[in-house]
């Protein structure tokens, strides 16, 4: 597993505030933005999110490479296939 504070971070995204299904709406339209292999940062406070994202890009091919607890809320890193 890659060290989650040190990546290489394409795209980050603030969905902090929003409840869920909102995180997840907001990564789905971002992804595009990045290209294959790189990873997109995704900042929540909601915890569904910690569910729905890794499932979400697990079911499109991207790699969901961990989250990270902060300070109210968490970092969720996922790579695209």
Not at 21 to 37: E, F, M
Request: proline content about 4%; glycine content about 8%; some cysteine.
């Amino acid at each position: 597993m890659e060290d989650l504070n040190n990546l290489k971070i394409a795209e980050t995204v603030d969905a902090r505030g929003t409840a869920c299904p909102g995180p997840l709406l907001v990564a789905k339209k971002s992804i595009v933005n990045i290209q294959s292999g790189e990873i997109m940062e995704v900042l929540s406070s909601d915890e569904g999110t910690k569910r729905d994202i890794p499932k979400w890009a697990e079911k499109k091919g991207h790699q969901f490479l961990g989250f990270v607890d902060d300070s109210g809320y968490f970092k969720i890193y996922i790579k695209k296939k």
